[in-house]
């Protein structure tokens, strides 16, 4: 463990035109992919580089609450696409009417087709009773998490994974299936594999669900208000 009487900033690194690029272009070329995974395993070391890198995202408290179940075994997998099935039917109903037949048409099909499933986990008793920045925000291990996600998510666009995030399952579905001990949460139930073809923006908008907003939008100066 470094000592910290030695601890010091050292100089910033400044990042050329093109490695700058390179960032804004995977971010910009992320999606959400659901449905155009191939059959191919990911290899081993591209594995652990994109699980490193989501290793190295921010977290409170250097606590590091996150844990990445990886999930192939297909009788698990089935459970899980179980679990989908019941919660999806309960999301068509939930859907407004006139949007139902647009939903139902959205091919949800990652939990079968990638080679991998991660459940994203948050351990909340980790870092002990006091951890740095939790002490008025409570959930910020939860926060953290979702960078791990973000991070992951990056990467895996910069080694060619495509990514997708199931959000539509019961928490006490994952905890029962996954065998999840009480202080932990599952955060993200994630579907990652090669893929061949990707929309060129948001699936969502190309299938008329939503549209992106502007950035203008969404800028606030001070105060809400």
């Known amino acids: ?31 959400d992919v659901r449905n155009e995974f191939l059959p191919d395993p990911i290899a081993p070391e591209v594995l652990t580089r994109i699980l ?9 408290g250097l606590s590091q609450p996150w844990d990445f179940l990886l999930i192939r075994d297909p009788a698990r ?30 091919k949800l099909e990652g939990i079968d087709k990638a080679p991998l499933n991660i459940c994203v986990t948050c351990d909340r008793s980790r870092g002990g009773d006091f951890v740095l920045g939790r002490t008025h925000q409570p959930d910020m ?12 998510w990056l990467a895996a666009r910069a080694e060619g994974i495509g990514m997708g995030w199931v ?3 019961r928490e006490e579905d994952l905890r029962e299936i996954l065998l999840l001990p009480a202080h932990v949460t599952p955060v993200a139930y994630l579907c990652l594999g090669h893929v061949k073809d990707l929309f060129d923006g948001p699936e ?22």
């Not at 601890?7 to 390179?22: D, G, M």
């Not at 490193?52 to 409170?60: D, E, G, I, W």
């Not at 679990?83 to 009417?97: G, K, L, S, V, Y």
Request: a neutral charge; hydrophobic letters at 40%; one cysteine or more.
């Open 204 to 225: 969502l908008a190309h299938r008329g669900w939503a549209s992106r907003t502007s950035l203008e939008d969404h800028i606030r100066e001070e105060t809400w208000d």
């Open 1 to 31: 463990m470094p000592d910290p009487s030695t601890c010091a900033p050292q100089p910033a690194r400044i990042f050329t035109e093109a490695e700058r690029q390179a960032l804004y272009n995977v971010i910009a070329n992320r999606r």
């Open 167 to 169: 959000s539509i399952l």
């Open 77 to 106: 997998r089935t459970q899980v696409r179980a679990a989908f099935t019941r919660a999806n039917d309960e999301a068509t109903e939930m859907a407004p009417p006139e949007k139902r037949g647009t939903y139902a048409a959205l």
């Open 52 to 60: 490193r890198a989501a290793h190295m995202a921010p977290s409170v």
């Open 141 to 152: 291990d939860l926060y953290s998490t979702v960078c791990a996600v973000q991070t992951l």
